[in-house]
Structure formats: structure tokens, C-alpha cells
């Protein structure tokens, strides 16, 4: 139902514009379409709910800084970081959707205010001798100039487009932190991705110096056949290894060159980039110690966490305008202007036509589309609450089981060092009885080989360690903090009641 009033010509009393006000809030008093029974007992879930206790002990450690990079005491690896954030594809498509969450912002901000319009027109008509208007104008041809400013003002009365704007900016700050999270993920996959180059040098390494070993045992084998103690057999035997690790050293190379043209990607750069890269060189990083507060303090040091945060603000906001639609929209509009046959008349104080007044729209039966657009809003917003708290739950096991990972391999490296010194020792004395005649073949390749294994597993254990950390990292936040940026987040759940009918609330 529309309810409206204009005033032609003259003006009206206050009283005449009032009338309808008062009409339409004893429809709304009437309860023509409400949104009774429709609600949401969802709620954002404090990290204090969690117990963390025993998995995330307060240790006294600092959150990660911005320059984390640095503590690996590689200074390669900053600058490819810096160089990756720059101008990156990835950061130019995250940096497009916070622009275009912002001018959506700009434009639900432009609907609080009045707007103002004007416009001319020029028409040549024949005008039939049979209808409304008479001789002279009846059967003859006639200019009509029209030239109209007007202004219209939704008073949004019950805070509408207010929710709107508040929703709006609520997905800009949204657009802001999923931005950050990109920031963080790119430095971290980068930072990944250089340690699996510096793994793979760290295996050729390897596989380099065993090629070498089994030259050796080849070497020693060839001197034995010619003694009469092996056969060509053994001969065979050490070629057909020697070969096999001078394979296993090209497959290395091979694989080396591929990080590289990943890590050229991650750069934003053609593949030609990576191979100017140097070899890394990485080193443990700092003691890994957990900060004090910390399922508290997380929920603003991680950017999916604060852009989940926003989500449920955004869609609070959304069920708050979906209830202002229950109530009566009221504008204000006016017009002036000046319309008239040809030149002559239409700057005259006769061709002037004037409209003003109030329009009110105030539903009265929808068949339940309101209902059904409330409960449509409530769902988004259980939706964002039921993902907020998924969110919370992931981040804290993330940080928990990197930790573990980090305290089981620390202690795998120990038992696998020593390992790897039993091993080397045995091969060692392998070689020389072998040499001297006193072991076959076959006992100082398969010393070999055990060295070579323990070999590998501390390489791997310790790339695996730094993977580790640097997953550590990312879990708590990469060095982001929202309390120092406007996405600072607010405790408890946005309210999604209508409390008050005020545009501010």
C-alpha cells in the first residue's frame, strides 16, 4: 500500500503532510505483516569455551613479527618475500575486491542523504482536433518545452539504509582482512617453497657425496677382481649402483630447476627469474615458545578469523534492514519546473508547475515474502556464525599441532643424528675391510646404503622442522595484528535484534 500526497502550485499546511504519518503508523500498530517467531539463538563462541590448557601452554614466547622472515638468517629470502608482495597478481586481485566492497559502501552511504535531479525535454507535435485539447492547438503543430529539477529524501525513518551502509562496510572490512590473509599465505608459500629448494640442494648434496662413496667401492671392487678375490660379478654390481646414483643426482637437478620455476611464479615473474636465484642459505630460526593469552589474543592476530568476524557483523546487518522492511517507508520529494507550448509562454510565471509532498509505503499482505526474506537473512547469518566458530576451532588445532610437530621432530633429530654417526662409523669400517679383504661386497653396500638412509632422514627432518615452523607462523597470524589496524574486531555476538527503530541503530 502507497499512501502519498503533492502539492500543486501552492503549498499546504504541516497537517496535510502529517495525515498520512499518522495513517500509516496506525497500520503498523495493527500488525499487518510482522516478523514474529522468526529469530536466531546462534552465537560466536569465546576461545575460552575451548580447552587449550594442555595443548597450548603459556610459555612466555612473543607473537610472530612482521619480518619473520629474517630469523632464518638467509637475507635471499626477505627480499624474494618483499618482491612477491609487490605487484603480485594475487595481491592485485585482493586489492580489486576491497576496492569494489568500497565503492559498494560509497553507494549505500549515498542513499542517506537527498539527491536531486534535473532534466529538459523539446517535442514536436500534431496534436488531433478530436481529443482534450481544443482549437488553436487541436490540428495544428506545437513546440512543447519541458525543462524540471527535482529532489526526493528517503528519511529512512526505521534505519534501513543504515543497516545497509553498516553492512556494507562491514564487507569491506571483510575484503580488507581476506586481502591480509592473502598477504600472509603468498610470504608463507613462498618461504615453503625456497625450503624445499634448499632441501632439495641439501639431498643432491647427499646423493653427490654418495656417488663419490660408491666410486670408491667400484673402484676398490675393480682391485679385488684383478687380485682374483671378486668376480665380475661384484664389478657389475658397483656399476650398476654407481649408474643408479648418477641418475638419482640428474633427477635432483631436474627437480631443483622445477622449485625454481615455482618460486618464480609465487614471484609474480617469469619462469627465467627463479633460475637467478642463489642457493639458500637457511638456518634453524628462532626457539619456538608460545605466547601468554594466547587462544584469547588469537582471534585478532588471524585475518580469516577477523574477516569471519565481519561476516556475522555484515550479515547482523543484513537482518536488521530485513526487519526495517516490516515498517512504512516514508520520502519527501518536490519538483519545479516550467512547461509550455513554444518559446514565448515558457518564461513566464504561467507555464510554472510545482509538486511536493510525502510518500509513505507501508506493507500490508505479501503472501510471506517478507517472512521469508527475514528468515532468509537469519539463515546467512547462522550460516557466518556456524562458519566463525569452524574457523576458530581449525586455527586453534592448527596452532597446536604444528607445535606438536615442531617437539616430536626436535626429538626425531636427536635419535636420527645418532643414528646417522653409528651408521657413517659402520660404513667407514665396511670400507676398510672390504679394502683389506676381510668383508664381501655385499656387507659394505648394505652399510652403505643404511648410511645413506640416515643421511637423507636428518636432511629431511630438519627441512621438515623449518616447514614446520613456518607453518607455526602462519597458524598465529604471520605477524598480523587487527587491534593496530581500523578491522579491529568487538566482543560477543553482533546483535541481530531490532531494539530501538532509530536510523543509528
Not at 21 to 26: D, F, M, Q, S, T
Not at 111 to 129: D, I, K
Not at 414 to 437: F, H, M, N, P
Request: hydrophobic residues 40%; glycine residues 6%; charged residues 20%.
Amino acid at each position: 500500500m502507497e499512501i502519498k500526497t503533492k502539492i500543486h502550485r501552492s503549498s499546504r499546511n504541516l497537517g496535510t503532510w502529517l495525515s498520512p504519518l499518522a495513517a500509516a503508523a496506525a497500520l503498523t500498530l495493527a500488525g499487518c505483516v510482522n516478523y514474529a517467531g522468526i529469530k536466531s539463538d546462534h552465537q560466536i563462541e569465546p576461545p575460552a569455551k575451548y580447552e587449550t590448557q594442555q595443548s597450548l601452554p603459556t610459555e612466555g614466547g612473543q607473537w610472530p613479527s612482521l619480518d619473520w622472515s629474517g630469523q632464518f638468517g638467509d637475507p635471499q629470502l626477505p627480499k624474494l618475500i618483499d618482491e612477491a608482495l609487490k605487484d603480485n597478481p594475487s595481491i592485485d586481485e585482493a586489492r580489486a575486491r576491497v576496492d569494489k566492497a568500497a565503492a559498494y559502501a560509497g553507494s549505500a552511504k549515498s542513499t542517506l542523504y537527498p539527491n536531486a535531479s534535473a532534466s529538459y525535454s523539446w517535442q514536436r507535435n500534431l496534436y488531433s482536433e478530436n481529443t482534450v485539447y481544443p482549437s488553436p492547438i487541436g490540428g495544428s503543430w506545437e513546440s512543447e518545452n519541458t525543462l524540471l529539477t527535482g529532489a526526493s529524501w528517503d528519511l529512512d525513518f526505521w534505519g534501513k539504509n543504515h543497516q545497509k551502509l553498516k553492512g556494507a562496510i562491514s564487507d569491506a572490512n571483510v575484503s580488507e582482512a581476506e586481502m591480509e590473509e592473502v598477504r600472509i599465505t603468498l610470504a608463507t608459500s613462498v618461504a615453503t617453497t625456497y625450503n624445499e629448494l634448499a632441501r632439495l640442494y641439501a639431498l643432491r648434496d647427499i646423493a653427490a657425496n654418495e656417488l663419490k662413496n660408491r666410486q670408491d667401492i667400484e673402484q676398490i671392487t675393480n682391485g679385488r677382481v684383478h687380485a682374483g678375490l671378486d668376480t665380475n660379478v661384484e664389478r657389475e654390481t658397483a656399476n650398476g649402483d654407481t649408474a643408479t646414483i648418477r641418475s638419482s643426482v640428474t633427477s635432483l637437478d631436474g627437480q631443483i630447476t622445477t622449485v625454481r620455476y615455482q618460486l618464480a611464479a609465487l614471484l609474480g615473474a617469469g619462469p627465467d627469474r627463479g633460475l637467478a636465484i642463489a642457493v639458500p642459505t637457511l638456518g634453524t630460526g628462532a626457539t619456538v615458545s608460545l605466547p601468554d593469552n594466547l587462544p584469547a589474543d588469537l582471534i585478532s592476530r588471524r585475518p580469516d578469523l577477523v574477516a569471519a568476524y565481519w561476516q556475522v557483523d555484515s550479515a547482523a546487518h543484513g537482518v536488521k534492514e530485513a526487519k526495517a522492511e516490516f515498517f512504512p517507508d516514508i520520502n519527501l520529494s518536490a519538483s519545479l519546473g516550467l512547461d509550455a507550448f513554444g518559446w514565448g509562454r515558457f518564461l513566464t510565471a504561467g507555464s510554472r508547475q510545482i509538486q511536493a509532498g510525502p510518500a509513505i509505503h507501508l506493507p500490508i499482505f505479501d503472501a510471506g515474502a517478507l517472512r521469508s526474506q527475514l528468515k532468509g537473512r537469519y539463515a546467512d547469518f547462522d550460516y557466518n556464525v556456524a562458519n566463525y566458530n569452524k574457523t576458530l576451532v581449525n586455527a586453534l588445532s592448527e596452532v597446536a599441532t604444528q607445535v606438536t610437530l615442531i617437539r616430536s621432530t626436535d626429538k626425531q633429530l636427536v635419535d636420527a643424528q645418532a643414528a646417522l654417526d653409528a651408521q657413517t662409523k659402520a660404513y667407514q669400517l665396511a670400507a676398510v675391510r672390504y679394502r683389506s679383504g676381510l668383508n664381501e661386497q655385499l656387507q659394505v653396500l648394505n652399510a652403505d646404503d643404511n648410511r645413506l638412509a640416515a643421511d637423507q632422514a636428518v636432511a629431511n627432518l630438519q627441512m621438515d622442522r623449518r616447514n614446520q615452523q613456518i607453518a607455526l607462523i602462519k597458524a598465529m597470524g604471520g605477524g598480523f595484528d587487527a587491534t593496530k589496524t581500523d578491522l579491529a574486531t568487538q566482543s560477543g555476538t553482533p546483535d541481530t535484534t531490532l531494539s530501538a527503530l532509530h536510523p543509528n541503530r
